[in-house]
């Protein structure tokens, strides 16, 4: 079968590699119906040493179940599922709480021991736990959008759940990628009165208001602080959605939060340290964040999308097949293309 395997920084290719199938009774095996490139794809694209071996690239797909290990019980062959990006049992102490990115039995996808979803077909560990089968066939209209609960709709409101953004909340989204446009869904959809995005790009700009977005600072580092001040009667937002991950990123987020105020990590962080250790302190300011358990997510989010009252597909402005991948990644790492949807 073909599948998407990373060599060094620059180098990702499509290559045949054996079939994947089922090796624990715990497994299903699912053919690939979308798959997309995440943001997160394009720091090892960008920085990736070469180390003799590649790395098996995607970590966000909605698949066919084609089969099932022998203990799987709730999902079943010919099931379209959601297979968020970590694979999770659904049944240990973490998952019952919610926080599916700790399960004690689970693990993430895109690796050699895994592998990954920009290819034709792949391995889910810990099926009953990590499926969610669908109610819709594979070609429903609204792939794009159910797609997104795999992994950039459940991290970015992820960010605003643990910013805690709430009715007539001040809101900023740091970073105008596809998770920082389903920040703004998600804070829109919690109540947020004020929604600012802190972004440049002008195609992604225009769909964050479309989103909610009540204002937008295209300025970077102190000047972007002081804007946010300034539309924030010079106190700061409650709540901070962090979406990007680098050092930047956060001490930005600690200048535009009002005392009191949550920040919501979901950017990977590219930094050892967290700046501001002092205002932080002085200010009460809370910092957290993660891997998103997206699987906790979709009970709560999959209604909106059926019923069409949020419409996250619309980050993907690109769709290509699985040869097409390489180029994929390069639109997306030159900005020509917010989100590119793969279909095998
Ligand atoms: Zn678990």
Redesign the pocket.
Known sequence: MLATIMYKAGDVRVESIPDACIQQSTDALIRIIRACICGSDLWPYRLKQPDGTGQNMGHEAIGRVEAVGKSVRKIKVGDVVIMPFAY????????NEGL?T?????GFFGNAEVGGAQAEALRVPQAD?TLYALPVAEDDALMPSLLTLSDVMGTGHHAAVVARVGKGKKAAVIGDGAVGLCGVIAAKRLGAEQIIILGRHPDRIELAKQFGATNVVNERGDEAIARVRELTDGFGVHSVLECVGTEQAMATSMGIVRAGGMVGRVGVPHYDQIPQAQPMFYSNVLVGGGPAPVRAYIDELLPDVLEGRIQPGLVFDRTIGLEDVPDGYRAMDTREAIKVMVRP
Not at 88 to 95: A, E, M, P, R, V
Not at 102 to 106: E, I, K, L, N, S
């Open positions: 999770s049992d659904g049944t240990c102490d973490f998952c599916h700790a399960c004690t039995q689970g736990g």
